[in-house]
């Protein structure tokens, strides 16, 4: 056991204002399991490259172990799995790898097949492997499940469970759950950590939340009595000070004296309300400072004419001269939130392509409703780029509801000077998102909407969904996202 000491950490990107981290002071034990959970754009990515001596930063991070980062780059991806391995740690023991592919449900077998034919989630998998062939080091690695089925989530994440000594990025509630024993997280104003995992954390910044809630709502009757009353002293201290210069009813002189000294006193209390005002002011200014704004957001759909907006029986899908999916039969009827899964490579994507109304070559009875609009949010975010008005004006949507959304999503409004390119994964998702909530639409289709979309966010579309009960079809391996939202299940 060691530790990773981080103080008076303070760091902005160049050129930029405004500081990602200021003053952040904390420690890490190298055997702890830590999910790192914030916002997007806080900083997590940022905060992993800077303990692996990426960037200039004020402050110190010392710490007696070296850090390795995943995922890690494959430059050649035509060479064999095995060389890929051997790439990224030469002095890798073979008996070792295999025990860890074991651990991971991976055949022998692939390690002779070049990188590139490997599935997405094949591929995590043997990075994972390699990354734990390495000792002495403390692990960094970041959002490994945006590439892995449900089942394979389950899979790597008690792989994971069994390990320590690392920092793990996922928006995944499940997935944390399962293998974290503290929680890193990046709000709004510091850097905290809590032992437990996602739920424990997560029930304990509800309770700080609402207790911050109640103080604030206490301290602002205080402000709103006290500064009645400064006024009501203030008043009186004028009208006793004017009074000075007056008489009597029984017409005799005032004692100008008595009526200063009575004027000055009423004006010390007065100040002296200001005061306990001013304190709690200052008091109110120290909450709320991590509360984060989880605002509603909003789904319009148009209504549609028949009950029934698509129809698929025993469809079979051909793509790349092959089956990938076979004998599907499911409707899609108005209010049907539906989850569709299957192991990555078993045809989801060529199903909505279908749908969606793509030339896709097919057997089977397939019907679209007439005149039926659809908003589809793809998986591929790479070729977003430009900025949010141009963005708006190409896809026909109103900028004044798409920034809005935005808004509601944690986007800070100096993003919105930004080209979309720059913006994090998590962000970029966002545009997409926000993009087909603004789009008229009978049935919305969304292709793995979450990927590095952040904890919070997550919740507020839950919400949405749950609330607005719009017709969607969506593929998402965010095991409680999926047992929240959906209605049916196809399952292929």
């Not at 952040?24 to 916002?39: A, E, H, N, Y």
């Not at 009501?232 to 007056?246: F, L």
């Amino acid at each position: 056991m060691s530790l990773i000491n981080v103080r008076n950490l303070s760091f902005a990107h160049e050129g930029s204002y405004d500081s990602i981290f200021e003053n952040v002071s904390f420690q890490i034990d190298t055997d702890w399991k830590l999910g790192f959970t914030g916002r997007n754009g806080r900083g997590k990515t940022t905060f992993l490259n800077l303990l692996l001596g990426k960037y200039e930063y004020d402050g110190t991070i010392s710490a007696n172990v070296g850090f390795e980062y995943f995922p890690f780059p494959v430059a050649d991806t035509e060479q064999n799995t095995i060389d890929v391995v051997g790439d990224i740690y030469p002095d890798y023991q073979h008996w070792e790898l295999m025990r860890e592919l074991s651990l991971l449900n991976v055949e022998e077998d692939v390690l002779y097949r070049p990188f590139e034919s490997l599935s997405n989630g094949e591929q995590t998998k043997v990075l994972l492997a390699a990354l734990f062939l390495k000792e002495n080091r403390f692990l960094l690695i970041d959002e490994p499940t945006n590439h892995l089925d449900m089942e394979a989530r389950q899979l790597v994440s008690e792989y994971l469970r069994a390990k320590s000594g690392y920092i793990l990025v996922s928006h995944d509630r499940s997935f944390l759950d399962n293998c974290v024993d503290h929680i890193l997280s990046i709000n709004r104003t510091n850097i905290d950590i809590q032992r437990g995992n996602f739920s424990d954390w997560w029930a304990n910044k509800e309770r700080q939340d609402n207790y911050e809630l109640a103080e604030n709502d206490k301290l602002k009757k205080d402000i709103k009595r006290l500064s009645e009353a400064a006024q009501r002293t203030s008043r009186w201290s004028d009208e006793v000070e004017k009074s000075k210069n007056g008489t009597r009813n029984s017409g005799s002189k005032i004692d100008k004296g008595y009526v200063g000294h009575k004027a000055a006193k009423m004006m010390k209390r007065s100040k002296s309300i200001e005061q306990r005002q001013q304190t709690a002011i200052d008091e109110k200014s120290r909450l709320l400072k991590n509360i984060e704004q989880g605002d509603s957001l909003k789904i319009a759909q148009l209504p549609y004419h028949k009950q029934q907006l698509v129809e698929l029986d025993r469809v079979s899908i051909d793509y790349g001269g092959r089956t990938v999916c076979q004998d599907i039969s499911f409707t899609i009827e108005k209010g049907d939130r539906i989850a569709l899964s299957g192991k990555n490579g078993s045809g989801k994507s060529s199903l909505i392509k279908l749908i969606c109304g793509e030339p896709i070559s097919y057997t089977g009875t397939f019907r679209v409703g007439s005149q039926l609009k659809i908003s589809y949010v793809s998986q591929d975010t790479s070729h977003l780029h430009g900025d949010l008005k141009d963005f708006a004006r190409q896809h026909g949507i109103d900028e004044s509801l798409f920034k809005a959304i935005l808004r509601k999503l944690d986007f800070a409004r100096v993003q919105f000077e930004k080209d979309i390119a720059s913006f994090s994964g998590g962000q970029k998702k966002k545009v997409l998102l926000a993009k087909s909530l603004c789009e008229p639409a009978h049935l919305h289709i969304w292709d793995e909407p979450l990927n590095f979309i952040d904890v919070i966010s997550r919740m507020q579309i839950e919400e949405l969904l749950l609330e607005h009960e719009p017709t969607i079809l969506f593929v998402e391996h965010d095991r409680e996202f999926c047992a929240n939202i959906a209605t049916k299940h196809v399952r292929l």
